[in-house]
């Protein structure tokens, strides 16, 4: 079965084109008996909701941009811009894959040392490194990258949540009968008390610490029937909380000692080395990543973890089966799930209305560990989840809806 939505539920780029080159029509202009007028008449509010769209996708990159700086600007002790423009850790560069030669060389150049450490589930060995008085993080950043050019570097670059908190407030749904045995990561915010989970862990400064975005996605899992969740707690209470550091300690946690083999990330930031290399590593053990195309709009630049290779990148469609205007992008999509019209929980156990890519996230996880828990499952959890995923908009795969809708009955409705 086939749904199609009118084209413009679509995401657009800043570059929109007038309504009727977008139509394949040709100019406006007067002509016998005003028939082409007419036409005009018609198609100016159609030009004006693309319009309209142009003008909501700058407005979500511009807003983008003022939230990064206004947060270094508020949290200068702990945070600045790295190379890229992005908020970082203040100070600090991480590196990998560095032979004691390399490493040596980094401290003779002023680079001094601030540790070690070997994530064991992953295979990788971090050293981080504090740069030289007097150095902005950014400057430090380019001269590193050229004293080691075989080594990998990065700052320590900040992901965000891709949603908000629960709003209407509801009694709690009925539970539901949890039906699969995959255990699925979750790396977030701790979820609170209400909400249930196997494991927590902390991997930031205050944590684990009960947040309202990371009790809604645990809740959303639990309500897909997912029986044991993990969550490895990157935020707590910390200003730089989420962390690229932070997100790969937790996920060898997940992986290393809670078995985990489906991770549900439900942040957005930019390409970190560090990150890159651990989602690769945990691919390598057989590891599914499922991750947010985030809520800054189609003008954004491409979200990441969600835009590294193999990830399961993942959009949000409404209660009617309309793609987000504010879902940003990715490298690649995969697929789309409810993301808007739903219930979930807060952090003090009541339920309400939610809204973002990142609730559509924990609906594709869950499908992904029901298909690693079928032991009859012998086509993979991606072939598996092609064939329950709804075609929506242009017939096959598309980058509003990747390969289509996954889980459309999972969430309590509003």
């Known amino acids: 079965m086939r749904i199609r939505f009118a084209p413009f539920t679509l995401l ?24 082409v007028e007419r036409a005009g008449s018609t198609l100016r509010p159609i030009q004006g909701a693309v319009d309209e769209v142009a003008r909501s996708a700058t407005r979500l990159a511009d807003a983008r941009l003022s939230r990064l700086v206004d947060l270094v600007r508020r949290n200068r002790d702990v945070l600045e811009l790295d190379a890229a423009g992005d908020p970082a850790r203040r100070g600090e560069l991480l590196l990998t894959g560095a032979s004691e030669a390399e490493v040596a060389r ?17 295979d990788i ?30 700052a320590d670059t900040l992901h965000f949540q891709s949603g908000g908190a629960a709003t209407a407030r509801t009694p709690g749904p009925a539970p539901v009968p949890a039906a699969i045995d995959q255990a699925v990561g979750m790396i977030d915010g701790a979820p609170g008390t209400a909400v249930p989970v196997a494991a927590t862990r902390g991997f ?17 899992l639990r309500s897909a029937g997912v029986r044991r969740v993990a969550v490895a707690d990157v935020y707590g209470t910390d200003a730089a909380g989420g962390n690229a550091l932070a997100i790969v300690r937790g996920l060898d946690w997940l992986i290393g000692t809670q078995g985990a083999r489906v991770v549900s990330i439900s942040l957005v930031g930019p390409n970190n080395p560090l990150v890159a290399r651990a989602i690769a590593a945990a ?11 985030g809520n800054d709009g189609p003008a954004a630049p491409p979200s990441y973890p969600a835009s590294y290779p193999s990830v399961i990148a993942v959009t949000a469609v409404d209660g009617r089966g309309r793609a ?73 795969a598309d980058p509003v809806f990747g390969r289509g809708l996954l889980c459309q009955s999972c969430p309590r409705r509003k």
Request: no cysteine.
């Open 204 to 220: 930031a400064r205050g944590a684990p610490t009960p947040s309202h975005h990371g009790s809604a996605i645990a809740s959303l």
């Open 283 to 293: 691919q390598r053990r057989g590891v599914h990543i499922v991750a947010a195309v």
């Open 12 to 35: 657009v780029t800043l570059s929109v084109p007038p309504a009727t080159a977008q139509l394949g029509l040709p100019p406006v202009g007067p002509t016998v008996g005003g028939v």
């Open 324 to 396: 987000l205007i504010e879902a940003g992008r990715a490298a690649h999509l995969d697929y789309a799930a409810p993301g808007a019209d739903m219930l979930a929980a807060n952090a003090g156990g009541k339920w309400g209305k939610v809204r973002g890519t990142s609730y559509a996230v924990p609906l594709v996880a869950a499908r992904a560990a029901a298909a690693l828990a079928n032991t009859e499952q012998e086509r993979g959890v991606i072939p598996t989840l092609d064939r329950e995923a709804l075609d929506l908009g242009r017939k096959g």
């Open 125 to 154: 060995a971090v050293v981080r490194l504090s740069v030289p008085a007097r150095q902005s993080l950014g400057k430090a950043e380019a001269a590193l990258k050229q004293l080691l050019p075989g080594a990998a570097v990065s």
């Open 106 to 122: 980094a401290e003779a150049a002023g680079f001094a040392m601030l540790g070690r450490e070997r994530l064991d589930a992953l």
